[in-house]
Nanobody
């Protein structure tokens, strides 16, 4: 059974840091591009950051550029999102998704495509 499971969310003060993890099971993670997306209450889901199969290409939304870092460890079937200098507007449910490698990373991350696999999400709340 193909599954993506996010973890690492929680409550953090503004300026703080969190690291999200995405664990894959039932398939080999390095066969897919992986992305992080988020959805805040009352807003549409948006792309945050995406990474190609062997990490040669990364994409970041303007709102997180310079604060978030995406990485992957294919040997462990894991993808990570290191988030620093968190702001209240980063509050959202964060999802990881897997997309076929033939899809351009920018199209994947700007949600032009419909990735076949999604995790269930992890809540990130930035508040004092």
């Amino acid at each position: 059974q193909v599954q993506l499971v996010e973890s690492g969310g929680g409550l953090v003060q503004p300026g703080g840091s969190l690291r999200l993890s995405c664990a894959a099971s039932g398939f080999t993670l390095d066969s897919y591009k992986i992305g992080w997306f988020r959805q805040a209450p009352g807003k549409e889901r948006e792309g945050v950051s995406c990474i190609s199969r062997r990490s040669e290409v990364t994409y970041y939304a303007d709102s997180v550029q310079g604060r978030f870092t995406i990485s992957r460890d294919n040997a462990k079937n894991m993808v990570y999102l290191q988030m620093r200098d968190l702001k209240p507007e980063d509050t959202a449910v964060y999802y990881c998704a897997a997309e076929f490698p033939s899809v351009r990373t920018v199209e994947f991350c700007t949600m032009t495509t419909k990735p076949p696999y999604w995790g269930q999400g992890t809540q990130v709340t930035v508040s004092s």
